[in-house]
Each structure stands twice: as structure tokens, then as C-alpha cells.
């Protein structure tokens, strides 16, 4: 990063503090009879009277959440069930179901489902064939960072992380109707977008502003909201918004994503303040790591950024923990969703009892207001057991918005 003086040792306090956080999650709807995506999303918008906090999103078949700007994991996390059960409750009013699934399970209709706004309509016009091919959901969090060079600061120390974040969030391996190999085919459909790829290792803001620049001018973006980086400054919040999860099963593992994401931000943050470069990894490795992840989820390899040796995502993870001044936060969530299985591997058993489409889209919609869970260690026969916060209740006939 560009300059290390006195106006980034002024911004140390306020960044120790606390760092605010604030989360995006994109949903699907499918249809109760036959688990296909429904294009409900406009109808359901206007059931919940536009709910400032409920979005479009590219698709109809897709809907986006996002909470406002929080101090706390636990704020966080009431706010991400409220949200899914408003609109799971409105999504059924209408015969589908909302399900947190970073692809659809079966084929959607293409250009044919892109909602009518005109960014989207212009999306589809310039990029027809990626468009039609889109639909994918992910989880997008925020968090805030009092200066935009701090902010590329955090990107480049986030850089070497992003295999393990995409890793932990898998939750899409089921897509056209099998079990297609991947933990997140999200991805392998995501990075084909020409602007979907790992920020640089920018030396400052301006670095970064140019490189935006020259993303639009060659063609391989619209606007600055459509450069697709897996981690970048928001081109609307004064944040590092990280991009390159899948959206995740339960609000419990979006909670978890959320709190390692914080922490390595915090971390990049207190590692500038203590004078320790940060560690340079290629694009080309990054590449390599994130396709690694994306078929073999957190059983997948990536190098140490501190250590240099390769080692198994799970073990990153354990590793960074240790070198955080406060870990409990962020160990907490991760033990639950680490004993729990990814959104991968849960989904994977949720397949394999699911005797129709249908029967699955009902079990993902389950999973994602936290209904049921399924164990996934070795061993297990795939029994469910019960283990939610949340009553078995008929969803209410009239949607009212939570304020």
C-alpha cells in the first residue's frame, strides 16, 4: 500500500474499535410441485410492499436480502432470520419456496426470467449468453473501513483467503438435476464473467480506481457495479465488500462466514499497523486454489500465506485462529458449521433422501430457515434430527414487514 504515515496511523483507533459489518444474501424460489425456479420474485416484492431490506435481483427467480449496517455477529444474525422468514413466509403464499442454495437445483428458463429493470435488461443485451446462464446466488459482506486506502490495504490481505472463504461457504453442488461434482458450481458458472477474478495486490486507492477504469473501458464491465471482483471497495458504502462466497444454507453459517471475514480484515488492518508486509500470492495461484475449493470444498489444499507450506483448508483455518488477538468470535460459529458440514455436504444428504425434485426444494427450504439438520460426519446414517429455534407454524395469511 501506498503510504504508511500519519494518515493511516490517525485512522488505527477508530479501526480497533470495532469494525461494522453488513450483509447481502441472495435467495432462489421454486416451485412446491416440481422444485423448478418460479418467477415470483416481483409479486412477492409487492406483498411485502417493498420492503426496503427485500430486492430484485437479476433474475425473477431470485430475490436479495440485506441487513443494515451492524456492530455485533449476534445483530447480524437476527436480522438474517428475520429477513429469511418474512420472505419464506411471503414466497409461500404465492406456492414456492425461498431456498439459500448458491445455484438452482434444475435448469432455469434463461433470458426469458431476467427481471425488468433496465441495468438488468442492459446486462442481458451486452452479455446475452453469460446472462442466460446466471441466477447464481452469493453471499456478499461488508465491512466497514474508514478510508478507502485502508480498504486496499484489506484487499490485498484478504487475497490469499479468498480459497478458504469460498471453501467454508460451498452450497452448490446439485444443479440440472444431479450431483454435478462441484461443492460450489456457483463458481465454475460465476467466474466466467470477464470481470470475476481476485482484486490486485493494488499499491493504493488510486491504483485500484484505475484498474476499475480500465475493467469498464475494455468491455469486460458495464458500470463499476458490474466489476466482479471476489473481494473490492463498494461502489456504493464505504466498505470492502467480499463477493466470492457462495450464498450459505443457514443464517447460522452465514453468521460464521461473517465473523472470518471480519477477522481478516481486522487482521489485515493490525498487521499494517504493526509494519508486516503484506504477502504477495500471484493471481495465476490464487486461480488455481479457487478452482481447487470450488470442487473439493474445505478438503481442498491452499499455501499458508505465514507458514508457506500447503495444507487442507480445515487446517488454514485452525491455523489462523491461533493468530488472532480474539478468536472466540469467530470460533464459535465456525465449530458449529465445521461439526454441521458445509452447505455442500448437507445438501448432498438432503439429495440423497429426496425421492423427486420436488421433495428436495421442500428439504433445501427446510434447511434454509434452519428447520432441520442433517449430520454429515463419518459414519453418520443421515438421520434428522431436530434442532430448531424456529416453530413448525403454518405461515401467516397477511405478510407484514419487520421494521
Known sequence: ?????????????????????????????LDHADGRPALRAPEILALLGDHPQVQPELMRYQLETVTGVCTDLEQVREELVRHRRLVAAAAAELGCHLVASGIAPQSGPGLSAVTADA????????????????????????????????????????????????????????????????????YLEWSRW?????????????????AVR?????GRAMDERSVYFHARLSPRYPTVEVRIMDTCLSADDTVAVAAFVRALAGLAMGELWDGVPTRRRSGRRINAELAHAARDGLDASAVDPYSGRSSPHRTLLEALLNRLPDADPVARPLGVLMTRGTGADRQRALW????????????????????????????????????????????????????
Do not use: K
Not at 500500500?1 to 480497533?16: D, E, F, I, K
Not at 470475476?196 to 484505475?210: E, K, V
Open 214 to 218: 480500465r475493467t469498464i473501458s475494455s
Open 194 to 210: 470477464p470481470s470475476a477474478r481476485p482484486p490486485g495486490a493494488w499499491r493504493s486507492a488510486a491504483d485500484y480506481d484505475a
Open 1 to 29: 500500500m501506498g503510504t504508511r504515515g500519519s494518515s493511516v496511523g490517525a485512522l488505527r483507533g477508530s479501526a480497533s474499535r470495532g469494525l461494522t459489518v453488513g450483509v447481502e444474501e441472495e435467495f432462489l424460489l
Open 352 to 403: 440423497s433422501r429426496a425421492a423427486t425434485p420436488g421433495v428436495f426444494a421442500r428439504l433445501l427450504a427446510d434447511a434454509t430457515l434452519d428447520r432441520t439438520i442433517t449430520p454429515t460426519v463419518a459414519g453418520d446414517s443421515g438421520r434428522t434430527r431436530s434442532g430448531s429455534p424456529f416453530p413448525r407454524s403454518s405461515p401467516p395469511r397477511r405478510i407484514t414487514p419487520a421494521r
Open 119 to 186: 441495468r438488468y435488461q442492459e446486462l442481458a443485451a451486452r452479455h446475452g449468453s453469460l446472462v442466460a446462464r446466471s441466477g447464481t446466488c452469493g453471499l456478499h459482506v461488508h465491512v466497514g473501513v474508514p478510508a478507502r486506502e485502508l480498504g486496499v490495504h484489506v484487499l490485498a490481505g484478504l487475497r490469499p483467503y479468498l480459497p478458504t472463504l469460498l471453501a467454508l461457504s460451498a452450497n452448490s453442488p446439485i444443479a440440472a438435476g444431479r450431483d454435478t461434482g462441484w461443492a460450489s458450481r456457483r
